[in-house]
């Protein structure tokens, strides 16, 4: 599956930001979906995931602050950052795979930089 992300930018500490992820085929056959990101020297992490199921997970960090949503009949992933801190500066990736856990065994989008200033 080939993943298309859009949305990130520069947003000021406190703000919101919305990240999208269009798939090239029906999103609905797409059993798990998720969102990473990567700051600058540090590794990869999974920051919220979806399954087919309804279950979620979100990084502790980003707990009540993101919301990740599937739109089936834009067959697109969400991810909406709200009361954003300058340590979610990162680039973004969509992942697409059979399960939350092995999300970054599967499809990544081309990512995109998030920066929040202080």
């Known amino acids: 599956v080939r993943l298309v992300q859009s949305g990130g930018g520069s947003v000021q500490a406190g703000g919101s930001l919305r990240l999208s992820c269009r798939t090239s085929?029906?999103?609905?056959?797409?059993?798990?979906m998720g969102w990473y990101r990567q700051a600058p020297g540090k590794e990869r992490d999974l920051v919220a995931a979806l399954n087919s199921d309804g279950r979620t997970y979100y990084i502790d960090s980003v707990k009540g602050r993101f919301t990740i949503s599937r739109d089936d009949a834009k067959n697109t992933l969400d991810l909406q950052m709200t009361r954003v801190e300058p340590d979610d500066t990162a680039m973004y990736y969509c992942?697409?795979?059979?399960?939350?856990?092995?999300?970054?065994?599967?499809?990544w989008g081309q990512g995109t930089q998030v920066t929040v200033s202080s």
């Open positions: 085929g029906s999103i609905i056959s797409i059993p798990a």
């Open positions: 992942a697409a795979g059979l399960e939350i856990e092995t999300l970054a065994k599967g499809s």
